[in-house]
């Protein structure tokens, strides 16, 4: 059954219910004042053709909902979605209502009339049914609706009540928005025909983390370029002194099962890197892989940043998830932002899936010169391993009750 999206129903004089993911970054110091201040709009911003497409069609009203953090259950003010509520009021130049709970006993009444046109709930997660993929949680919300419709590819990867039992109450009149489409569109352009070569950069702290996505990957691309503190089980499953360097007996032992396998030539290592005694310590660049007892890794070297140069130059498909190194800390940043220079002037199709990775392209300011940056890091991770997720299968197929 093929997903259908939004721009093939009709929703004129229609209530519908849209879950986004607005589960968006503060800034750090916004926690300990009473106004919280967004620190990264992207995920809001990415929702906005869906929104303005239906107020355009002529949709009675709109029903946003969202999680934001993890509050386990129950309310609390810092996991509140009244400042994404401002944001969108800004954004659309419209009201946004933002309700006391999803809920809310006047949620029904405030739909009843005609004035009200886009209700934002209040986070589903201050409700432990959320997370439960509660049934008659979902009952409740797909009450509000006639429609609909989810746009939230940062948590298709979840079997959450909003996302995944809600499709019972729906039948047909479930649908996608526009960001679920674009992002479904460009990871199918990594996983069933990519144009080749195909090189994947994943970087980050562990093998463990990502063993999956690795063990998927290495069938499919040319090359697979391994970085950030990831690198460093590789390196010591090798034989090579990696210091003080993150590396567990458990990444260690994964990397020795990756290397002994028929796909083991693909993997692109490092060959330097940019150490320190700590990670606030003075940068010093080494002149080969081996790492001094002393020293941790906290970035790649020049040798290998031209390594990785010279692969991404040759690709017409690029996936990247994860940074090369401490990147929030500038003296170890150069890694990272090389790869997504190299990201920018390739003239194939590139891919960054969410994460660390996204901040440090908007750092760069390249945004614009990559084909598509992904919402969500771990769904556009476990679509690439599983080629399916939970919430987008519900869409399709629907669900049945537990």
Not at 48 to 71: F, N, V, W
Not at 274 to 292: L, Q
Not at 363 to 387: D, P, R, W
């Amino acid at each position: 059954m093929p997903l259908k999206f939004i721009d093939e129903i009709d929703c004129q004089g229609k209530k519908i219910l849209c879950r986004f993911d607005f589960n968006v970054p503060f800034q750090k110091d916004a926690e300990a004042s009473d106004e919280k201040v967004i620190s990264d709009t992207t995920r809001i911003d990415a929702t906005l053709e869906t929104i303005k497409y239906l107020l355009d069609q002529g949709a009675k009203q709109l029903i946003l909902m969202s999680h934001l953090g993890r509050p386990k259950g129950s309310f609390k003010k810092v996991f509140s979605l009244e400042p994404v509520g401002k944001y969108l009021a800004e954004a659309l130049k419209t009201e946004v209502i933002l309700t006391e709970s999803c809920l809310d006993l006047n949620i029904k009444p405030l739909l009843d009339l005609n004035s009200t046109k886009i209700v934002l709930l209040e986070n589903l997660r201050f409700h432990a049914e959320e997370e439960k993929n509660d049934f008659e949680f979902a009952k409740k919300l797909a009450s509000y609706a006639d429609i609909y419709l989810n746009d939230a590819f940062g948590a298709a990867h979840r079997e959450h009540a909003s996302t995944h039992a809600i499709n019972y109450y729906f039948k047909e009149n479930a649908v996608g928005g526009f960001l679920l489409k674009q992002e479904i569109q460009a990871l199918e352009k990594v996983t069933e025909k990519p144009k080749d070569p195909f090189v994947a950069v994943l970087g980050g702290a562990k093998v463990s983390d990502k063993i999956q996505i690795i063990q998927k990957l290495l069938p499919m691309v040319d090359k697979l370029l391994i970085g950030g503190a990831m690198a460093y089980p590789f390196l010591q499953a090798k034989g090579l002194s990696i210091g003080k360097s993150l590396c567990s007996k458990e990444d260690k032992k994964l990397a020795d099962m990756i290397l002994s396998s028929q796909q083991k030539s693909k993997l692109v290592l490092p060959l330097d890197h940019v150490v320190s005694s700590n990670p606030d310590g003075e940068p010093m660049p080494t002149s080969s892989a081996e790492i001094d007892d002393d020293k941790m890794g906290l970035d790649i070297g020049e040798g290998t940043i031209s390594l990785f140069k010279n692969e991404l130059k040759k690709a017409k498909t690029i996936f990247w998830n994860g940074p090369m190194g401490l990147f929030e800390n500038k003296a170890f940043s150069k890694g990272t932002f090389e790869v997504a220079l190299a990201l920018s002037n390739n003239d194939g199709f590139t891919m960054v899936g969410g994460g660390d990775s996204v901040a440090a392209v908007k750092k760069a300011q390249l945004e614009s010169q990559i084909s598509h940056i992904s919402t969500g890091g771990g769904a556009s991770l476990e679509f690439i391993e599983k080629g399916h997720l939970p919430g987008i299968q519900a869409l399709k197929f629907g669900v049945t009750p537990r």
